[in-house]
C-alpha cells in the first residue's frame, strides 16, 4: 500500500537550515521568499484542473507552495520527492574540475530544500503525504491518482520518455504537465521538439531537456491520452516573468 510509504513528517521549527525554492505566505504576518513566486497564477500554471475532491500526486515539490495550493483546493496530495541523499540525474560532466564540490554543494541545498518543505508544512498545517523514493517504488505499491503533476521537473530526468510513460501509468484521469517556453521553442506550438540542453562548453549540469508543447502533444496520446489543452502563462522567477506552456491532458475514456 502506498501508506507504507509515506515519510514521517519532519519537525523544522526555524528556518536557518532551511531552503526555499517558491515564496509562500505562510500566514498575514509571514512569508518566506524563493526564487520562483506562483502566488495568484496557482491556476493557470496548472492548465485550470478542478482540484476538488481529487487525488493528486505531485512530482518534485520543492518548498511545497503547489501542493499545498491544491490541498486548499479540496485535493488529496501525496508528494514524490528524490530519496535521501540522492542528487537527481545529474549530468555526467567530466569537463568541469569542481565536480565533486558541485554534487556536495546541491546534496546540502537539497537537505534545506527538505528542511523549508516540512517548515513550511507545519506552519500551515498541511496534511500533505511524502514519498521519499522513485515512481518505481509507487508502481510496485498499485498507487493510482485522479490527476498527476508534473510541474517543471521532466527537464531534470534523464531518461525522459521512460520515465514520462511511467508517471502517465499512475494518471487515472488527468496529466498536468508544465515547462518553461525557451525560444525559439516557442516558435511552433505543434512541431514534436525536444533539445538536448548541456552541450560541450556550456556547463550545464543539473537539467537534461528544453522542450516545445508539441513534443507532448504528440507523444501524449500513444500513451491514452488525446484529449487534450494547451494554455499558455507568464511565471515569476528571480522578480522576472518567463513564458510557460501547461498541456492539461485526459485520458480516454
Known amino acids: 500500500m502506498i501508506s507504507d510509504l509515506y515519510a514521517q ?14 515564496t509562500i505566505d505562510l500566514n498575514p504576518q509571514e512569508t518566506v521568499w524563493g526564487h520562483v513566486d506562483l502566488r495568484g497564477r496557482e491556476r ?16 518534485g515539490p520543492a518548498t511545497g507552495h503547489l501542493a499545498f495550493y491544491m490541498e486548499q483546493q479540496g485535493a488529496k496530495v501525496t508528494c514524490l520527492e528524490l530519496p535521501n541523499g540522492n542528487v537527481g540525474d545529474l549530468v555526467p560532466r567530466t569537463d568541469l574540475q569542481n565536480w565533486e564540490q558541485i554534487i556536495a554543494d546541491r546534496r546540502r541545498h537539497l537537505e534545506r530544500i ?17 514519498v521519499y523514493g522513485t515512481v ?9 491518482f ?5 510541474g517543471g521537473v ?7 520518455q521512460l520515465r514520462l510513460q511511467q508517471f502517465a501509468g499512475l494518471a ?14 516557442d516558435r511552433s506550438d505543434t512541431a514534436p521538439l525536444v533539445w ?30 488525446s484529449d487534450l489543452k494547451m494554455s499558455k502563462h507568464e511565471q515569476s522567477c528571480l522578480g522576472k516573468m518567463f513564458k510557460h506552456f501547461t498541456i492539461r491532458a485526459r485520458r480516454n475514456i
Open 114 to 130: 527538505v528542511n523549508g518543505f516540512w517548515y513550511c508544512h507545519g506552519k500551515l498545517g498541511s496534511k500533505t503525504n511524502v
Open 146 to 150: 485522479d490527476v498527476v503533476v508534473l
Open 154 to 160: 521532466l527537464l531534470h530526468l534523464r531518461d525522459l
Open 196 to 225: 538536448l540542453a548541456p552541450t560541450n562548453g556550456n556547463e550545464v549540469w543539473d537539467h537534461w531537456w528544453r522542450f516545445g508543447p508539441g513534443y507532448f502533444t504528440g507523444y501524449l496520446p500513444i500513451l491514452g491520452f
Open 44 to 59: 493557470d500554471y496548472l492548465g485550470g484542473c478542478d482540484l476538488n475532491g481529487k487525488s493528486v500526486l505531485e512530482v
Open 136 to 144: 518505481e517504488d509507487l508502481i510496485s505499491a498499485g498507487a493510482k
Open 9 to 22: 513528517p519532519r519537525q523544522v521549527a526555524t528556518f536557518e537550515n532551511c531552503d526555499f525554492y517558491h
Open 172 to 185: 487515472q484521469s488527468e496529466l498536468v504537465i508544465t515547462e518553461q517556453l525557451l525560444a525559439p521553442l
